[in-house]
T-cell receptor, first 115, second 115 residues
Framework: SQTIHQWPATLVQPVGSPLSLECTVE??????LYWYRQAAGRGLQLLFY??????ISSEVPQNLSASRPQDRQFILSSKKLLLSDSGFYLC??????????????FGDGTRLSIL | GDSVTQMEGPVTLSEEAFLTINCTYT??????LFWYVQYPGEGLQLLLK?????DKGSNKGFEATYRKETTSFHLEKGSVQVSDSAVYFC??????????????FGKGTLLTVNP
């Protein structure tokens, strides 16, 4: 069966420090991968998605970047964190395919607090 | 563009009460529809889905019917439990082009069930 792992679960970082969050998927090949942020309140904001190695699409301009160095690995990074980067970060995957009835599957999230 | 509108929360119910969370959508074509649940401090879990008009998705006592004529996908449960307390997200998925599928989420509805 497919699984998705995110780490770390919780992270406290000072303003101006770098960031690296990692997400890996097991049990599938060539997935579409996604990074979301859930800020204060409950809404989800899509940050990046990737349809293949080295292919990254950004949804919103921001202080963050994403990379996909391997097929099932997705990394969210920042060179200098801002207070506004605080939030709950979620990684998700879905099967590559031509049918729209496939859901996205989410990791357990990383709670990021910027001090 | 696509959009999903959920009823504003929070929703507070007593145990064994009937639950309805309204969800309406705007999308061209024939999207697939999903309900996700997020328990405190966790990622999103797929609760149920429906892929075509008049489909009924069901899971763990929750149900939702894909109503194309009213563009709705309301979530219902006949008797809620304290353990159902969570945030519920309605979402749709439509092929965006190529293989880059995106989900459009509602803002979420917080449900609190009291004993």
């Amino acid at each position: 069966s497919q699984t998705i792992h995110q780490w770390p679960a919780t992270l406290v970082q000072p303003v101006g420090s770098p960031l690296s969050l990692e997400c890996t998927v097991e049990g599938t090949s060539n997935p579409n991968l996604y990074w979301y942020r859930q800020a204060a309140g409950r809404g989800l904001q899509l940050l990046f998605y990737s349809v293949g190695i080295g292919q990254i699409s950004s949804e919103v301009p921001q202080n963050l970047s994403a990379s996909r160095p391997q097929d099932r690995q997705f990394i969210l990074s920042s060179k200098k964190l801002l207070l506004s980067d605080s939030g709950f970060y979620l990684c998700a995957w879905t099967d590559r395919g031509h049918y729209s009835n496939q859901p996205q599957h989410f990791g357990d999230g990383t709670r990021l607090s910027i001090l | 563009g696509d959009s999903v509108t959920q009823m504003e929360g929070p929703v507070t119910l007593s145990e064994e009460a009937f639950l309805t969370i309204n969800c309406t959508y705007t999308a061209t074509g024939y999207p697939s529809l999903f309900w996700y649940v997020q328990y405190p401090g966790e990622g999103l879990q797929l609760l149920l889905k429906a892929t075509k008009a008049d489909d009924k998705g069901s899971n763990k006592g929750f149900e939702a019917t894909y109503r194309k004529e009213t563009t709705s996908f309301h979530l219902e449960k006949g008797s809620v439990q304290v353990s159902d307390s969570a945030v519920y997200f309605c979402a749709l998925r439509r092929l965006s082009g190529g293989s880059n599928y995106k989900l459009t989420f509602g803002k979420g509805t917080l449900l609190t069930v009291n004993p």
